[in-house]
Nanobody, 118 residues
Framework: QVQLVESGGGLVQPGGSLRLSCVAS????????VSWYRQSPGKERELVAA????????NYADSGKGRFTISRDNAKNTVYLQMNSLKPEDTAVYYC???????????WGQGTQVTVSS
């Protein structure tokens, strides 16, 4: 099954850290731009960060710039989102997205819940 699986979400206190993982099954990230999006109830899904294969160039939304880091491990076919200094407004379902830079085909993961609360 072609699939993206996110993990690493959970409950964390404000100021804490969390690392999300996105693992590809059935395809490789080698020719895909991989991004993290998030969505809170009543809000539109928004881009958080992106990483471009094979250059490892990264882009960040202002919301996470300076606090979030996107990275990859090609051997594990995994992309990570390290989130530091978390704020309550970071609470959302975080989704992994992979877009082929050859065909434009897009895969979405099922999402992992991140809750930042004291």
């Amino acid at each position: 099954q072609v699939q993206l699986v996110e993990s690493g979400g959970g409950l964390v206190q404000p100021g804490g850290s969390l690392r999300l993982s996105c693992v590809a099954s059935g395809f490789a990230f080698s020719t895909y731009v991989v991004s993290w999006y998030r969505q809170s109830p009543g809000k539109e899904r928004e881009l958080v960060a992106a990483i471009i294969n094979p250059s490892d160039n990264t882009n960040y939304a202002d919301s996470g710039k300076g606090r979030f880091t996107i990275s990859r491990d090609n051997a594990k076919n995994t992309v990570y989102l390290q989130m530091n200094s978390l704020k309550p407004e970071d609470t959302a379902v975080y989704y992994c997205n992979a877009r082929s830079w050859i065909t434009g085909f897009v895969y979405w993961g099922q999402g992992t819940q991140v809750t930042v609360s004291s």
